[in-house]
C-alpha cells in the first residue's frame, strides 16, 4: 500500500528556507504513471497548489510562488523535496505531499491527487 | 485561472439525510472535476474524479454528477462519519486556484 511521509523543521523563522522531504514507499516514485505534487493549506483555509514534479525531472511551479519555490526529487531514495525561499508568516501552513494520478495527455489537464501524506505544520515566527 | 465556487459554504444535516453539495466552474471544464473530502486534522482523501468515477473504496452512497459548469456531489443517506469538509476541484488546466473553497458539513 503507498504510504507518503512528509519530515522537515516545524518551525521556520521569516525570511529563512523552509524545506520539506516526502518519502514515498509502498511504491517507486519512478512509476510512469504518476506524477508528485506538494500542496499546503493554512490553518482553517482552502487548499493551494506548489508544484508538482515527474520523476525524470519536470517540475511545475504555482506562478505565485514560483520565485521562491525549488522542487527536486531523489529517485533513488524515493524521495522529493520543497524548499520555499524567504517566508513569511503567510507560509505558515500545513504541507501535504501527494501523488498525483493523470488520465489526460498533458500533466496539467485530467488528473487528480489520490493518495497524500499526513501532512506536517510548518509555522513562520521567530 | 478558473475559479471554482462551491455552495453552500457550510451545511446542516442529520444521520440518514440526502444530501448534495454544488461545485461551479467560472468556465467550461467538460468534466474533468474532482471531489475530495477532509475530516478535520486529516489529509484529504479523493472521492470522485471525472465528475462521476467513484474512487476505489469509497463507498456507493456517494455519487458525482454535472459536465461543463455545474456539478454536484450527493450523499444519498448520511453516515455519521461523513460529516467532514468537501472540495471539489478542477483539472481541465493547470492546478492553481484549481480548488473550491469548501462546504462544511455539520450535525444538525
Known amino acids: 500500500q503507498l504510504q507518503l511521509q512528509e519530515s522537515g523543521p516545524g518551525l521556520v523563522k521569516p525570511s529563512e528556507t523552509l524545506s520539506l522531504t516526502c518519502t514515498v514507499s509502498g511504491g517507486s516514485i519512478s512509476s510512469s504513471y504518476y506524477y508528485w505534487a506538494w500542496i499546503r493549506q493554512p490553518p482553517g483555509k482552502g487548499l493551494e497548489w506548489i508544484g508538482s514534479?515527474?520523476?525524470?525531472?519536470?517540475?511545475h511551479s504555482n506562478p505565485s510562488l514560483k520565485s521562491r519555490v525549488t522542487i527536486s526529487v531523489d529517485t533513488s531514495e524515493d524521495q522529493f523535496s520543497l524548499k520555499l525561499s524567504s517566508v513569511t508568516a503567510a507560509d505558515t501552513a500545513v504541507y501535504y505531499c501527494a501523488r498525483v494520478t493523470t488520465y489526460g495527455s498533458s500533466w496539467y489537464s485530467r488528473y487528480y491527487f489520490d493518495s497524500w501524506g499526513q501532512g506536517t505544520l510548518v509555522t513562520v515566527s521567530s | 485561472d478558473i475559479q471554482m465556487t462551491q455552495s453552500p459554504s457550510s451545511l446542516s444535516a442529520s444521520v440518514g439525510d440526502r444530501v448534495t453539495i454544488t461545485c461551479r466552474a467560472s468556465?467550461?471544464?467538460?468534466?474533468?472535476l474532482n471531489w475530495y473530502q477532509q475530516k478535520p486534522g486529516k489529509a484529504p482523501k479523493l472521492l470522485i474524479y471525472?465528475?462521476?468515477s467513484l474512487h476505489s473504496g469509497v463507498p456507493s452512497r456517494f455519487s458525482g454528477s454535472g459536465s461543463g459548469t455545474d456539478f454536484t456531489l450527493t450523499i444519498s443517506s448520511l453516515q455519521p462519519e461523513d460529516f467532514a469538509t468537501y472540495f471539489c476541484q478542477q483539472s481541465y488546466s493547470t492546478p492553481q486556484d484549481s480548488f473550491g473553497q469548501g462546504t462544511k458539513l455539520e450535525i444538525k
Open positions: 471525472a465528475a462521476s
Open positions: 468556465q467550461n471544464i467538460v468534466n474533468y
Open positions: 514534479l515527474y520523476y525524470s525531472g519536470n517540475i
